[in-house]
């Protein structure tokens, strides 16, 4: 599933996202603090790598192309992206566990 307009939305989005103020919540203030953890990339984004599934060809012992890994890298920091806005969202609702839930999702995805 290698999408760029999605990827570039949810690069969109975390970026936006980490430029605002946090939500009065204080999941969100959590949130906040673990992107100001995430390294940056040369245009200021969040640039973490995080994980992503086993590939059956990796399984196989094929080695990956340059194009695989950039496409797996994308797509995890695609995830972890997501995620984080995921939890704004749910934190800006109000609903603190779930933020939180959330938040140790995208915790779990940077470094498992």
Do not use: Y
């Not at 996202?17 to 992107?35: D, K, M, W, Y």
């Not at 990339?41 to 890994?69: F, S």
């Not at 984080?84 to 800006?92: F, V």
């Amino acid at each position: 599933m290698n999408h760029p307009l999605a990827i570039a939305f949810a690069f969109a989005v975390a970026s936006t996202a980490s430029t605002l103020p946090a939500s009065a919540g204080p999941c969100g203030e959590e949130v906040a603090a673990f992107r100001q953890t995430l390294p940056l990339n040369q245009k200021g984004a969040p640039a973490a790598v995080g994980t992503a599934p086993q590939t059956v060809d990796a399984q196989l012992g094929h080695q990956p192309t340059p194009e695989t890994i950039e496409r797996a890298r994308q797509k995890a920091q695609s995830a972890v992206a997501m995620v984080l806005a995921q939890a704004e969202a749910i934190d800006a609702a109000g609903k603190q566990a779930e933020c939180r839930e959330a938040l140790a999702k995208a915790k779990l995805l940077v470094n498992p």
